[in-house]
């Protein structure tokens, strides 16, 4: 999770930004269509903002207890500021919070050695890092109050201010802070990202609720021929609360200009239902009859091709516990549960928690993955956890297939 109470500023985006709609896809020349935006980057667009300027803009470090005590003093004056309802904020449209960014690998080699493992590979947690400030900086540009002057507060303008897109804890303080509630979804479309070609990251906000906001991120890289191609996308929902973390935070409602943006935010009003469903998980919602169905076939059929669950579980220094919990033709989804100690007490809890799909090639003639055996209750409620997930991301991204 990113805050920004800290930080120092935030660069202005790429003025005179071009923007494309979907429905004029055709201009940009893609072999694939970048569904999760609604606002594109031309085809031969090349961002002058770079993402080294948007993730230096958020710092992590120690600072002195002066320095705490001084910035916090000047957020309990900023808390004044926040609005009480949606209805005090201004609409905002996708257009607002389009940012699109290069991240320059074939011209600094600088910036490449950082990306790049040893075998050459472009390291993808790096990337996906980017995204998560890259997120962030979206969602304070959809954020404005333009009812604020600059001579209200006496630390000086934010982006509140109409025109002011720098945010400093001491010559630009902002009463909100946006942090990452949850990563959507990671799509990796292209397997073969090259870590000597630029990568060009785009997004904006997608849904906005009362104090939250989806936001649709895509990176695309030229290929052979010189044309971008699309190669990860990603969903984040973030969360704006207050500066001093003491609660949420009203944010700009997101309306639609056109009847095709219409129909663009009645997606995210989707997926923002479908988040809501999948809180509740195998334990709060029972399993239905063809889940118990198959859940019966996983737990009393044995056949050749099959794996006992407890053999694909493996524990970490880190304390961090995936297994394998689902598998369909050459798909695997597996689970990764993160747990943190609390020194004092020896208590532990779930810090976090992932699914991962991956599709495992195999060659003609070749048997599929081997199917899962499910032995206990425990390995059948997590087996049907799992295959809840992979149907959702089957849905979210179809057209896929794992023979």
């Keep these: 999770m990113l805050q920004l109470a800290l930080a120092r500023r935030i660069y202005r985006p790429l003025n005179n930004q071009r923007y494309l709609s979907v429905s004029n896809n055709e201009v940009c020349h893609r072999k694939t269509p970048y569904k999760a935006l609604f606002i594109q980057p031309t085809a031969n667009d090349v961002p002058d903002l770079p993402t080294e300027e948007i993730s230096q803009n958020f710092p992590i470090g120690e600072f002195s207890q002066k320095y705490l005590k001084m910035i916090s003093n000047m957020n309990q004056d900023l808390m004044k500021l926040l609005p009480s309802t949606t ?3 201004p609409p905002r449209t996708m257009k607002d919070s389009f940012v699109s ?3 320059p690998l074939k011209s600094n080699l600088q910036i490449r050695e950082r990306y790049v493992g040893v075998g050459g590979s472009l390291r993808i947690e790096v990337l996906l890092a980017d995204f998560d400030f890259f997120a962030v900086y979206c969602g304070y540009k959809h954020i404005l109050h333009p009812k604020r002057a600059i001579n209200e507060c006496p630390y000086g303008a934010s982006l509140f201010t109409p025109g002011a897109h720098f945010i400093d804890p001491i010559l630009n303080p902002h009463p909100y802070c946006v942090v990452t509630a949850l990563v959507d979804s990671i799509y990796i479309t292209n397997n073969k990202i090259k870590s000597y070609e630029d990568v060009r990251i785009s997004g904006h906000v997608t849904y ?9 991120i895509v990176a695309d890289q030229k290929d052979d021929q010189g044309v971008h191609q699309k190669c990860v996308e990603a969903i984040f929902f973030m969360v704006a ?10 944010v700009n409602p997101l309306i639609a200009e056109t009847p095709d943006e219409q129909e663009f935010l009645k997606k995210g009003e989707f997926r923002q239902k479908m988040r809501k469903e999948r809180e509740q998980n195998i334990c709060k919602n029972p399993p239905s009859e063809e889940e118990r169905k198959i859940i019966d076939d996983a737990s009393n059929k044995m056949s050749t091709n099959r794996n006992k669950m407890k053999d694909s579980v493996l524990n970490t220094a880190f304390i961090c516990q995936p297994q394998i919990g689902y598998v369909e033709e050459n798909f695997v989804h597996a689970g990764v549960y993160a747990e943190v100690v609390d020194p004092k007490t020896g208590g532990v809890c779930k810090s976090n928690e992932f699914h991962y799909t991956f599709l495992i090639p195999r060659e003609a003639g070749e048997e599929p993955v081997p199917s899962l055996h499910c032995e206990t209750d425990e390995e059948a409620k997590l087996y049907l956890d799992s295959r809840r997930y992979f149907k959702k991301m089957m849905e979210d991204f179809p057209g896929r297939s794992g023979n």
């Design 87 to 89: 209805e005090q904020l």
């Design 101 to 103: 960014a290069s991240l």
């Design 208 to 216: 906005a609720g009362s104090s939250s906001m989806e936001i649709c």
């Design 241 to 250: 609360k207050d500066c001093m973390g003491q609660g949420l935070a009203k």
